[in-house]
């Protein structure tokens, strides 16, 4: 039976949305001593199912005309479910309600991915926004609010665009169905016909997808709501957010408009290589951690949309390769942050933090050298791999920027490591360390220096989902 | 793509019409203000305090619960009329909606949302 096999193949996203209710009633019974169960059960949610997505990796299909279930796309899945992970670890002490949110939102990212209808793509980015604008709400202070504030607002832009999108293809082809699109555009001569309505749809959708990614010029939000949440929230939404709307920019750019790669690459390539510089540029004025590793995920986000831009196999996997590393790199220099404390993100305070608080100071070197693309560690890897596919797409001037963007980026990672260890204390800071942030931070670190030193194992498995 | 100046004059009439019909009133009309004038609603009930007061958090718990019940009842409706038309998949998903649903009041009764009734 069809309806059986579509079960079939969607069991992690099941798996995961019975996680979901269950976590709510685990925060009704859990007390206050007994906090620790949420985050605890949260894990356990996740971990299942990344274990279903692992187990089913190579099962590919279609479920109700709705998901498109391919290897690739639970590679995505695995980058989504570790930076949901890691920040369920940096909100332990958070409330209950937040891991809830963690999972909802990590269900809708999940589910936005395979999308290949109007419908589920919109459904499930609203999951995932309105998820996450809660979990910034969650830190009630002026801050919090003001950012979730501003998050709302402009995730609500963000999806009347591609909603009014969404709508002018629905006028042109008569359906909301991916394939259904694909087909029309391959075989009647619809550029002709209508091609102002079709240029402008593609406009509308990736300017409210570029939202998400926080890509230059849609990128104002990005510091001021990384200063006001949690840091495990920012975590998330460097991460999660990125690897979900970059997921589902796979489906968009090969189905949709699969048929006229002209109308794109070449814009892709121009946004991510003035989105690096933005980011890069702005990141080297901030004096508060946080918002600088705002700017830094900017930065980030352009090396991942050049490698869309060119669009090979290759260069999509060098890009799940970096989106990866990244994953496990911000979100150890975010538990970094977390433990240093919440308002304690002003530079002033990671003076001299070799002296009193050694730790961090030497995961905040892993993590910033690592950030910067510096060998041993895996962000060298990743740039290595990503710069490798722009040079064999022939892009050499788009190699040497890139190469310059991420000379640039050195110094400001780097100074906050210098603080760390060449000035004296200005400030007492008081850091926590509790067992959840240990175990962050030493996912972080093992896998950064693992994918550093052997990223093979990790490689030959991506390329795996485009050669199986 | 020819026929879209149509499109164009019919924006710019609109627009204009839209804005003159304001401002020319702004211009032409004569302003005589007096009390009953300036209230929010002319011949309606008389403002008893300043609008932007605080409000008790349970409306919003109310209206939440509210909703919960409301979009129950609105989505089951058609598919109650269908059910027996379709297989055996839609009695699975009505079954799931609903029990997202009562997940939620669960959720909400058991932090005390609806205590105060």
């Given at each position: 039976?069809?309806?059986?096999?579509?079960i079939?193949?969607?069991?992690?996203?099941?798996?995961?949305?019975?996680?979901?209710l269950?976590?709510?009633l685990v925060?009704?019974?859990?007390?206050?001593?007994?906090?620790?169960?949420?985050?605890?059960?949260?894990?356990?949610?996740?971990?299942?199912?990344?274990?279903?997505?692992?187990?089913?990796f190579?099962?590919?299909?279609?479920?109700?005309?709705?998901?498109?279930?391919t290897?690739?796309?639970?590679?995505?899945?695995?980058?989504i479910?570790?930076?949901?992970?890691?920040?369920t670890?940096?909100?332990?002490?958070?409330?209950?309600e937040?891991?809830?949110?963690?999972?909802?939102?990590?269900?809708?990212?999940?589910?936005?991915?395979?999308?290949i209808?109007?419908i589920?793509?919109?459904l499930?980015?609203?999951?995932?926004?309105?998820?996450?604008i809660?979990?910034?709400?969650?830190?009630?202070?002026?801050?919090?609010?003001?950012?979730a504030?501003?998050?709302?607002?402009l995730?609500?832009i963000?999806?009347?665009?591609?909603?009014?999108?969404?709508?002018?293809?629905?006028?042109?082809?008569g359906?909301?169905?991916?394939?259904?699109i694909?087909?029309?555009?391959?075989?009647?001569?619809?550029?002709?016909?209508k091609?102002?309505?079709?240029i402008?749809?593609f406009?509308?959708?990736?300017?409210?997808?570029?939202?998400?990614?926080?890509?230059v010029?849609f990128?104002?939000?990005t510091?001021?709501?990384?200063?006001?949440?949690?840091?495990?929230?920012?975590?998330?939404?460097?991460?999660?957010?990125?690897?979900?709307?970059?997921?589902?920019?796979?489906?968009?750019?090969?189905?949709?408009?699969?048929?006229?790669?002209?109308?794109?690459?070449?814009?892709?390539?121009?946004?991510?290589?003035?989105t690096?510089?933005?980011?890069?540029?702005?990141?080297?004025?901030?004096?508060?951690?946080k918002?600088?590793l705002?700017?830094?995920?900017?930065?980030?986000?352009?090396?991942?949309?050049?490698?869309?831009?060119?669009?090979t196999?290759?260069?999509?996997?060098?890009?799940?390769?970096?989106l990866?590393?990244?994953?496990?790199?911000?979100?150890?220099?975010?538990?970094?942050?977390?433990?240093?404390?919440?308002?304690?993100?002003?530079?002033?305070?990671?003076?001299?933090?070799?002296?009193?608080n050694?730790?961090?100071?030497?995961?905040?070197?892993?993590?910033?050298?690592?950030?910067?693309?510096?060998?041993?560690?895996?962000?060298?890897?990743?740039?290595?791999?990503?710069?490798?596919e722009?040079?064999?797409?022939?892009?050499?001037?788009?190699?040497?920027?890139?190469?310059?963007?991420?000379v640039?980026?050195?110094?400001?990672?780097?100074?906050?490591?210098?603080?760390?260890?060449?000035?004296e204390?200005?400030?007492?800071?008081?850091?926590?360390?509790?067992?959840?942030?240990?175990l962050?931070?030493?996912?972080?670190?093992?896998?950064?220096?693992?994918?550093?030193?052997?990223p093979?194992?990790?490689?030959?498995?991506?390329?795996?989902?485009?050669?199986? | 793509?020819d026929?879209?100046?149509?499109?164009?004059?019919?924006l710019?009439?609109?627009?204009?019409?839209?804005?003159?019909?304001?401002?020319?009133s702004?211009?032409?009309?004569?302003?005589?203000?007096?009390?009953?004038?300036?209230?929010?609603?002319?011949?309606?009930?008389?403002p008893?305090k300043?609008?932007?007061?605080?409000l008790?958090?349970k409306?919003f718990?109310?209206?939440?619960?509210?909703?919960?019940?409301d979009?129950?009842?609105?989505l089951?409706?058609?598919?109650?009329?269908?059910?027996n038309?379709?297989?055996?998949?839609?009695?699975?998903?009505?079954g799931f909606?609903?029990?997202?649903?009562?997940?939620?009041?669960?959720?909400?009764?058991?932090?005390?949302?609806?205590?105060?009734?």
């Amino acid at each position: 039976m069809n309806f059986v096999k579509d079960i079939y193949l969607i069991q992690p996203e099941l798996v995961l949305s019975i996680g979901v209710l269950v976590s709510l009633l685990v925060d009704i019974v859990s007390t206050k001593s007994t906090k620790f169960l949420v985050p605890i059960f949260s894990l356990i949610a996740l971990s299942i199912t990344a274990f279903f997505v692992l187990t089913n990796f190579y099962n590919e299909g279609e479920a109700f005309k709705m998901l498109s279930i391919t290897s690739l796309s639970r590679a995505f899945d695995i980058a989504i479910l570790l930076g949901a992970a890691i920040t369920t670890l940096l909100a332990w002490d958070r409330e209950g309600e937040h891991h809830f949110l963690v999972l909802s939102a990590t269900l809708g990212a999940m589910v936005l991915v395979k999308s290949i209808s109007f419908i589920s793509f919109i459904l499930s980015l609203e999951l995932f926004s309105f998820a996450v604008i809660g979990q910034i709400a969650l830190s009630k202070d002026l801050a919090g609010t003001g950012a979730a504030l501003k998050f709302f607002i402009l995730s609500v832009i963000a999806s009347s665009f591609i909603i009014l999108g969404a709508a002018l293809l629905y006028g042109i082809f008569g359906t909301f169905y991916f394939p259904k699109i694909f087909l029309e555009t391959s075989f009647k001569p619809i550029f002709q016909a209508k091609p102002l309505f079709f240029i402008i749809s593609f406009i509308l959708i990736f300017v409210g997808l570029a939202f998400k990614i926080s890509a230059v010029p849609f990128h104002f939000w990005t510091p001021d709501v990384f200063r006001g949440a949690h840091s495990s929230v920012a975590g998330f939404i460097a991460t999660v957010s990125k690897a979900s709307a970059f997921g589902f920019l796979v489906n968009f750019l090969y189905i949709i408009f699969g048929n006229v790669p002209y109308l794109w690459g070449e814009i892709l390539i121009w946004l991510g290589a003035i989105t690096m510089l933005v980011g890069n540029l702005a990141a080297l004025g901030e004096n508060d951690i946080k918002r600088m590793l705002g700017y830094s995920t900017i930065a980030h986000a352009g090396y991942i949309l050049v490698a869309f831009g060119i669009g090979t196999d290759t260069s999509i996997g060098a890009a799940i390769f970096y989106l990866i590393v990244y994953t496990l790199m911000t979100l150890g220099a975010f538990a970094v942050v977390n433990s240093i404390g919440e308002n304690n993100s002003s530079l002033e305070n990671y003076k001299g933090l070799s002296k009193n608080n050694g730790i961090q100071a030497f995961l905040l070197l892993i993590f910033m050298v690592s950030l910067a693309g510096i060998p041993p560690t895996a962000g060298f890897v990743g740039k290595f791999y990503l710069f490798s596919e722009v040079i064999k797409s022939g892009e050499y001037a788009l190699a040497i920027w890139a190469f310059l963007n991420g000379v640039i980026s050195a110094f400001y990672y780097i100074r906050p490591v210098f603080y760390a260890y060449g000035r004296e204390p200005k400030y007492e800071v008081k850091s926590a360390l509790n067992p959840a942030i240990m175990l962050a931070f030493i996912v972080g670190f093992v896998g950064i220096l693992y994918l550093g030193l052997a990223p093979s194992a990790l490689l030959d498995f991506i390329s795996s989902a485009f050669t199986h | 793509m020819d026929e879209l100046w149509k499109l164009g004059i019919m924006l710019l009439i609109a627009v204009i019409l839209g804005y003159a019909g304001v401002v020319l009133s702004i211009i032409l009309g004569p302003k005589r203000p007096n009390k009953e004038k300036l209230e929010p609603y002319e011949s309606g009930v008389r403002p008893g305090k300043w609008p932007r007061g605080r409000l008790a958090v349970k409306y919003f718990l109310v209206a939440v619960i509210f909703l919960i019940f409301d979009v129950e009842a609105i989505l089951l409706f058609p598919w109650a009329l269908h059910v027996n038309d379709l297989r055996i998949i839609a009695a699975f998903e009505g079954g799931f909606f609903i029990l997202v649903l009562l997940v939620g009041y669960v959720y909400a009764w058991a932090k005390g949302a609806i205590k105060w009734l």
